[in-house]
Nanobody, 119 residues
């Protein structure tokens, strides 16, 4: 079974930073596209950032210039560095393992980690 475990969420003031981690097991991690999604209360889950097996990244317009996705294949871990956080970034953040080319091929999800941005 593929298992994804997120960590690093918490409460932070606007303008602050957090680094989320997603540790993967039960998968050949280096082959697959990985992504971070977020879901605010009562809203649809949305893609925040993605990274391919060779390190090509993409970001939602709302987080460009503030968030950075990265991966360490030796540790089977994907990270999301979040800087200049805004209240609208408040959500549960989820890690997803996709296919070899896109995120859409598979639906392997972690349990999520809460990020709250508030003063």
């Amino acid at each position: 079974q593929v298992q994804l475990v997120e960590s690093g969420g918490g409460l932070v003031q606007p303008g602050g930073s957090l680094r989320l981690s997603c540790a993967a097991s039960g998968t050949i991690f280096r082959f697959y596209v990985m992504g971070w999604y977020r879901q605010a209360p009562g809203k649809q889950r949305e893609l925040v950032a993605a990274i391919t097996s060779v390190g090509v990244t993409s970001y939602a317009d709302s987080v460009k210039g503030r968030f950075t996705i990265s991966r360490d294949n030796a540790k089977s871990t994907v990270y999301l560095q979040m800087n200049s956080l805004k209240p609208e970034d408040t959500a549960v953040y989820y890690c997803r393992r996709g296919g070899t080319r896109t995120l859409a091929e598979y639906d392997y999800w972690g349990q999520g980690t809460q990020v709250t941005v508030s003063s």
